[in-house]
């Protein structure tokens, strides 16, 4: 059988142009300048994504500029419905006979509420969201040259990631498993 794995940040959706969104009316807010914002993301992203990371982050911004715990969700809803699609992925994934799965990392909350504004999972047979890296979800999942999930076995994967370290030790470990960049299906 055949299953598709597609990872969300930036292979799905355009991630990074939300990112950039988030952090400038962060700073609008709160009276600063969108560096400074992406320097406190940073510091708060080096301490680990796991789940509630963005609670964590709000927090920190809670903190250091006396706001009130809650303002940052508004700001995330109001931003997460204008995040674009990337069509060429989400063509392909239309038009693929496989079980779909939307295999993503991060925040669990904050994953799924993008999922759900933007209405993906319409698109999808199934999401997996972890908080741990991919590659170790994988390893919990892959036995003889197969995919088991939910006690069916898919030997035909690919997976559409625009990590490259992540693809590459997928094609290094796993090299029966078909991995596509995003930008080859442009």
């Not at 500029?65 to 940052?72: E, N, R, W």
């Not at 204008?82 to 799965?101: E, G, R």
């Not at 994988?138 to 490259?164: A, G, K, M, P």
């Not at 370290?165 to 290094?172: H, Y």
């Amino acid at each position: 059988m055949k299953l598709l794995l597609i990872d969300l940040d930036d292979t799905l959706i355009d991630t990074t142009s939300h990112k950039r969104h988030v952090f400038i009316q962060l700073a609008k807010i709160l009276h600063v300048s969108v560096s400074q914002v992406e320097e406190l993301y940073e510091k708060q992203k080096e301490k680990g994504h796991n789940n509630g990371w963005i609670r964590d982050f709000e927090q920190l911004l809670s903190d250091i500029f006396h706001k009130p715990v809650g303002f940052l969700s508004p700001i995330l809803r109001q931003t997460i419905v204008k995040i674009p699609l990337n069509t060429h992925i989400v063509n392909y994934v239309k038009k693929s006979d496989a079980y779909k799965v939307i295999f993503s990392y991060g925040d669990l909350e904050y994953q799924n509420l993008k999922i759900s504004l933007l209405e993906l999972e319409k698109e999808v047979d199934e999401l997996i969201i972890t908080p741990e890296y991919k590659m170790k979800f994988l390893h919990t999942v892959i036995s003889d040259n197969r995919v088991i999930l939910n006690n069916t076995e898919y030997s035909d994967v690919t997976i559409i990631d625009n990590d490259q370290a992540f693809n590459q030790d997928i094609k290094r470990q796993y090299p029966w498993i078909t991995v596509i960049d995003p930008n080859d299906l442009v």
